[in-house]
């Protein structure tokens, strides 16, 4: 058992350090959560709210008008849940609007839509179909464009680029049957040919999202391993590979709880020859531009999510208006009043959110690594509790399918399906634990560059020194700074300056607990993931509720008459206060270590007498 344990413990080191090796190390642009977890709202990063330019919103409004035209003529997504296929003239008819050319620069013969109106068209396409929006969205938001446009070379560009804005379908290859959230392990490998000129691929990728269609994959396989500073370092690599290349085979097509209609599958690569001039950025670097391109790539996911809550929205607004039991609207009830009041407020931070990475995707100046899985952990489970609720509030109507509904003389609401679609974006893109262990990570690092260095054998003794004192110096003058109050608030709607203000004093306790909890834990902070998640939740809270904020004082200035939006924002940041201080709370009064026992006694066994009477 102990040996096990050592092999465990290295394993889970090498990936560790594969991990680390392909993270973006560098933070080129300012991070406004980044700063968050150090105590510092940086308000002037996010406020006013970067709205999207007058010129960029009418190209987006030309084009929305013109796919939702396309969408409603002739997409039937309940056909495509019950066949499973979009249809040809789907296919044809999105190529022909350029939608497989969304995020292709003009001067390759795409769109060249912004991060915002790409966003803003996957939303509505999800509003309408999931399946199809993640066709797209697998294709361009993590599929060959994206990589290409980051680090292809000029001749990469310029030979497939177009063929994508033409509707050549791409794909991303990284997920295997033994790996998931932690690619460092894969086993499909890339071995170059004695002259150097090709690589053969050899191995399986599962659950890849348009393969069986795809005619042009970035597949991530390992190459030899280089000798760096005497220590052996995996290479992840990777590899444009063309439909049709000999090897190459479709096993499996896979099916799902919902997406029915997507091609998904399980790909299997056998001797499968590739010249060299089709890796992606050098060898090696493939975790990396994976890792880089999910960082905007997920993007998409929040848009689609925050789309579907809009989407139910409307759904339980008609319905509680609609249907009277015990004498009374179902809306007039307070349980369902509750429920409507938070999803109204929670669909509006999601837009926020959304609108607000998106836009500061777009304006470049940022880091926003932390941001966009921020997004992504906050849509994605707020959509879920949101299909949820949706589905209750339709009682046996929402369980029942929308062809179902019509079949007796109702009308089709399909959220039944849009709960079973959306599920999934808990899971893809990085799962919600993964985004809260990224989150943490970067939430400590600049904690971790002060202290590593300190500890390592590797640094010389005088710049331990020198360091030592630079650190003491900068701690000394950060730390008594958390426990001042004030710090500077955004231009808001006078009701919202409070919570601005509970914004900046929540940054402060967060980024002194997180400190304190390193202090105390050190290296075994790694291991204690509920205190980690709960720093991670309160960080997210505050993000959201900071959109939230500066996106309802941009509307209200846009519109003085209108106060809904300072309505919204008033009711959200109340509630998100809330939570954010039974998360404080949880951090010294919990049953973590109980639970963990408890969990770790559930696998060994110990209460299999539960598991009675069950077939
Ligand atoms: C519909 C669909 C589409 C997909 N599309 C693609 C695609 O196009 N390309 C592609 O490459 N992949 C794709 N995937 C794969 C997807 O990205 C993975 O499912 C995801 O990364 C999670 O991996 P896994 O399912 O193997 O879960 P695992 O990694 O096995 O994790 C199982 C559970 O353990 C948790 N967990 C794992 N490690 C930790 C940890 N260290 N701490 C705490 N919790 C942990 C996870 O969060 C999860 O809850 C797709 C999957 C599906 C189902």
């Known amino acids: 058992m102990e040996l096990l344990k050592g092999k465990e413990n290295a394993e889970k080191a090498k990936s560790l350090e594969v991990a680390e090796d392909s993270r973006e190390e560098v933070w080129k642009h300012p991070s406004f959560v980044g700063d968050l977890f150090q105590g510092k709202v940086r308000w002037e990063l996010i406020s006013p709210f970067p709205a999207q330019s007058a010129e960029d919103k009418a190209i987006g409004d030309a084009f929305l008008a013109k796919l939702g035209d396309f969408l409603k003529r002739e997409l039937d997504a309940d056909a495509v849940d019950r066949t499973g296929i979009i249809p040809d003239k789907v296919?044809?008819?999105?190529?022909?609007?350029g939608c497989f050319g969304m995020k292709i620069p003009k001067e390759y013969g795409g769109l060249g839509l912004s991060q915002t109106n790409y966003?803003?068209?996957?939303?509505?396409?999800?509003?309408h179909c999931g399946s199809t929006a993640v066709l797209l969205s697998a294709h361009q938001s993590i599929g060959v464009p994206q990589p290409l446009k980051m680090f292809g070379t000029p001749e990469q560009k310029k030979k497939y680029l177009p063929l994508f804005a033409k509707g050549a379908i791409s794909a991303f290859a990284?997920?295997?049957?033994?790996?998931?959230?932690?690619?460092?392990?894969?086993?499909t490998t890339a071995t170059p040919t004695p002259d150097g000129q090709h690589y053969v691929i050899n191995g399986d990728k599962l659950w890849c999202t348009n393969g069986p269609i795809a005619d042009i994959l970035i597949v991530m396989a390992k190459t030899p391993p280089k000798?760096?500073?005497?220590?052996?370092?995996?290479?992840?690599?990777?590899f444009i590979v063309e439909k049709g290349t000999p090897g190459f085979e479709?096993?499996?097509?896979?099916?799902f709880m919902g997406l029915n209609g997507i091609q998904n599958g399980l790909l299997r690569f056998k001797d499968v020859k590739v010249p060299r001039e089709n890796i992606v950025w050098g060898e090696g670097q493939g975790l990396k531009l994976a890792l880089i391109t999910l960082n905007t790539g997920r993007l998409t996911v929040p848009a689609a999510c925050a789309a579907m809550a809009r989407a139910s929205l409307g759904i339980v607004r008609k319905w509680s208006n609609e249907r009277v039991q015990w004498g009374a609207p179902v809306g007039q009830h307070e349980a369902i009043t509750s429920k409507i009041a938070r999803m109204t407020a929670t669909t509006f931070a999601m837009d926020a959110v959304t609108w607000m990475t998106s836009a500061l995707a777009d304006r470049g100046q940022a880091d926003i690594r932390l941001e966009?899985?921020?997004?992504k952990l906050y849509c994605t489970e707020a959509a879920w509790r949101i299909a949820d609720d949706t589905v209750q509030i339709r009682g046996g109507r929402g369980y029942e399918t929308s062809e179902s509904l019509r079949g007796r003389g109702e009308e089709g609401i399909p959220v039944e399906r849009m709960m079973r679609d959306t599920r999934i974006n808990l899971i893809i893109e990085g799962t919600s634990e993964i985004m809260r262990l990224f989150i943490a990570r970067e939430a400590m690092d600049p904690h971790l560059r002060n202290i590593l260095p300190l500890m390592s054998g590797r640094t010389p003794i005088g710049e331990k020194l020198t360091k030592g004192l630079s650190v003491t110096w900068k701690y000394g003058l950060w730390y008594p700074g958390l426990w001042v109050g004030g710090g500077s608030r955004p231009e808001l709607p006078s009701r919202l300056s409070g919570h601005a203000g509970a914004v900046n004093g929540s940054a402060r306790r967060l980024a002194r607990g997180l400190f304190h909890a390193m202090a105390a834990h050190q290296q075994g902070l790694e291991k204690r993931q509920r205190i980690l998640e709960r720093y991670v939740n309160i960080g997210t809270e505050l993000?959201?509720?900071?959109?939230?904020?500066?996106?309802?004082?941009?509307?209200?200035?846009?519109?003085?008459s209108d106060r809904t939006p300072e309505e919204l924002a008033d009711v959200y940041c109340r509630e998100a206060r809330r939570r954010i201080r039974s998360e404080f709370a949880s951090q010294s009064d919990n049953d973590d270590r109980l639970i963990y026992r408890t969990g770790r006694s559930a696998l060994e066994g110990r209460y299999t007498w539960l598991e009675k009477d069950v077939l």
């Open 91 to 97: 296919y044809k008819g999105l190529a022909e609007l």
């Open 119 to 127: 966003n803003r068209a996957i939303g509505l396409v999800a509003s």
């Open 174 to 187: 990284l997920t295997e049957p033994n790996v998931g959230s932690d690619p460092a392990k894969m086993s």
């Open 227 to 238: 000798i760096v500073r005497g220590k052996e370092k995996t290479q992840i690599t990777a």
């Open 250 to 255: 479709i096993v499996h097509r896979c099916k």
């Open 372 to 375: 966009a899985a921020m997004a």
């Open 543 to 560: 993000f959201a509720m900071s959109c939230v904020l500066t996106y309802a004082a941009s509307l209200v200035k846009a519109a003085p």
